[in-house]
């Protein structure tokens, strides 16, 4: 079912891959990408679940927008294992307008079909993401 909005649909493949992400662990991130010629959200690319986050964050295009999902583990100050899944929504400064546009009125929706986001950022550059922004994200 495509939205109203931008006319974007979601590909079930997106779905499948979070729950894989979410219940199984199969995954450490899903890169996600808006096929505009298809008026879709489709997988670009998925992250062993040996990936680290450094790994993560340079995957992510330098002058492209994308929607991306990492499951970030961590340890509390009680030192308890825990994880948390970030929905990040990618939009760098150097992409173009009409993407940003699409992207954004797309996110809500797109979002909403993955059930089980804990935290959400919206970064325009890489800083906006860095590790120590997602560690204090996760507590």
């Known amino acids: ?3 109203a909005a931008s006319g974007m649909a979601v590909n079930d493949e997106c779905k499948l ?8 662990r199969t995954y450490r991130s899903i890169v996600f990408k808006i096929e ?9 690319k998925v992250g062993e679940p040996t990936q680290s986050y450094e790994d993560f ?21 009680e030192n308890c294992q825990k994880s948390r899944i970030f929905f990040i929504a990618w939009s760098p400064d150097t992409s173009r307008v009409r ?6 009125s797309s996110k809500d ?7 089980g986001i ?14 120590d922004v997602i560690r204090s994200r996760a507590s």
């Open 1 to 3: 079912m495509a939205n």
């Open 17 to 24: 891959k979070f729950l894989e992400l979410k219940a199984k």
């Open 36 to 44: 505009e010629k298809q008026k879709q959200v489709v997988v670009e």
């Open 57 to 77: 964050s340079a995957s992510l295009p330098a002058d492209e927008c994308r929607y991306a999902v990492y499951d970030f583990d961590f340890v509390t100050e």
């Open 99 to 104: 993407s940003k546009m699409i992207y954004a």
């Open 109 to 115: 929706r797109f979002k909403r079909e993955l059930d």
């Open 118 to 131: 804990q935290v959400e950022l919206q970064a325009t550059d890489p800083t906006e993401i860095g590790l």
